[in-house]
């Protein structure tokens, strides 16, 4: 059979990102892995440009997560009218069966391994199922992902590769859904597999896009060793502890870590307690920061805006504590309620969820009612907050503070991120003058709350779903 594999475009805001930004894909990769011998696969980005819609394809899988649910049934609509089966899996799809399952001819709920073989099979004897569930497989027999050629820069390999150690969180964050999806016990590729698709690759940049690269103490003490020889520097996600953690940071350095992505959430010590930060203090992140800045290593923090326990004064006092620790770079984001995290289900319950217009759910667009903000203060104050943290004179002050870190990836991901603000603003405009429009009875925008004003049932015109008609 011809098979499509799929990522559909991003929002808008996420287009804003440089292309070697981007958190680049694997899991169409990891799929193509799967499929048995015998099939054409073709792997197709839409970020990198159209895709060929207008070829006949016999099944088309497309990956989608929830900001790009919408667009991933546009074209599930698209294929499947030009008489592809479709096939939804990924995040949202595992998340939303039944919401996906109108879009598509089958939804695969939960992860890939042991199962796309069956769902290729199923197809080709004509009895493909509506829905596919598969929780938590073992991955420590898959096979090595198929790296798609990416486009080169200037005749350069790209920039980094994508790479995965494991999945699943032991962590339980309200904000998040990866360990109801992968699980909260991690599961491992061998190291073996990992040192063999580096090398096949020949790739020396990687970035590992596991949620806890450090997560479970003895592995990653062994991956690192693993890594050594290869000579490659790297970047991922962690927790602080593994800065703080004498012996494995050492050796993460070692094996060429330079840059960590760090959830610190929030400063707010009652929000980090109800979160269940297991580093309560941010005392611990200061001298994360500073272990980082000491061994070359670009910490890149990740903080939370809109969490209940936090007033507006949050944001005076985040950027007083990154400007005091010269934190290299930071991603800011507004508190999301993603479908799937017990966040959603909380702030349903409680009436605060604004729309489900998925395509908002970017992690910088304002979709539910905070608790000690309007929406429209929460925005304001989290695109001030971004811009003032990215202005040149914060970056040159940062700057100096950073002369063991790579600087070509301190200025870039600093002047990446000054792009993206530009088109937050833009995109916060169009935003509440749609839910002006859709709601009907959101008034001047406002910066300061008056106290009076209550916000209940402010948008209580609002559509509950805003996707494209089923067919
Ligand atoms: S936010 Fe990070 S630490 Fe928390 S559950 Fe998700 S992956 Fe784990």
């Given amino acids: 059979m011809r098979i499509l594999l799929v990522s559909p475009k991003k929002t808008e805001l996420d287009e804003s990102v440089p292309g070697w930004l981007r958190m680049p894909q694997l899991s169409l990769s990891i799929i193509a892995a799967l499929t048995p011998r015998g099939h054409e696969v073709v792997i197709a980005e839409e970020e990198d440009g159209p895709l060929p819609v207008e070829d006949q394809w016999d099944v088309v899988g497309i990956t989608s997560m929830t900001a790009t649910a919408p667009r991933a049934y546009e074209l ?70 198929v790296r798609k050629k990416k486009r080169s820069i200037l005749g350069f390999p790209p920039v980094v590769m994508p790479i995965m150690f494991s999945r699943g969180c032991p962590n339980d964050c309200e904000f998040c859904c990866v360990h109801r999806v992968y699980g909260r016990r991690q599961r ?161 319950r409680e009436g605060r969820i604004l729309h489900t217009n998925w395509s908002y759910y970017d992690h910088g667009t304002v979709s539910f009612e905070p608790k000690n903000m309007h929406p429209e203060e929460l925005s304001e104050k989290y695109l001030d907050f971004t811009e003032r943290f990215y202005s040149l004179s914060s970056i040159r002050r940062r700057a100096w503070a950073q002369l063991r870190v790579k600087p070509l990836m301190f200025l870039g991901m600093n002047i990446a991120f000054r792009r993206v603000i530009r088109v937050n603003r833009e995109h916060a405009r169009k935003y509440f003058k749609w839910l002006r429009e859709e709601a009907g009875r959101l008034s001047t925008p406002v910066v300061e709350p008056p106290e009076a004003m209550s916000r209940k049932g402010e948008y209580a015109d609002r559509e509950r779903l805003l996707l494209p008609p089923v067919p």
């Fill in 188 to 348: 491992f590729i061998p190291i073996e597999s990992i040192v063999k698709d580096i090398a096949q690759s020949g790739s020396t940049k990687l970035l590992f896009l596991d949620d806890n690269i450090g997560g479970v103490r003895p592995y990653a003490l062994k991956l690192f060793k693993a890594l050594e020889p290869l000579r490659v520097i790297w970047g991922g996600q962690a927790s602080a502890r593994l800065i703080l953690d004498d012996e494995l940071f050492r050796a993460a350095v070692r094996s060429g870590c330079r840059a960590l992505f760090i959830g610190v959430e929030t400063i707010e010590l009652a929000a980090r307690r109800k979160l269940r930060k297991s580093l309560s203090t941010i005392s611990l992140y200061e001298e994360a920061i500073k272990r980082c800045r000491e061994s070359g290593v670009l910490f890149h923090g990740s903080f939370i805006f809109g969490l209940d326990e936090e007033s507006p004064d949050v944001f005076e006092r985040t950027l007083d504590f990154l400007l005091r620790n010269n934190v290299p770079s930071i991603a800011s984001n507004i508190l999301t309620p993603y479908p799937g995290t017990y966040l959603f289900d909380r702030l349903m």
């Fill in 76 to 145: 599930s609509l698209l294929f499947r009218n030009r008489g592809a089966r479709v096939v939804l899996g990924g995040i949202h799809p595992s998340v939303l069966p039944e919401e996906a399952a109108q879009y598509a001819d089958a939804v695969v709920v939960g992860e890939a391994e042991g199962l796309w073989p069956q769902v290729l099979f199923d197809i080709k004897h004509n009895r493909l199922k509506k829905v596919y569930r598969n929780w938590q497989p073992d991955i420590s027999d898959s096979p090595l992902p």
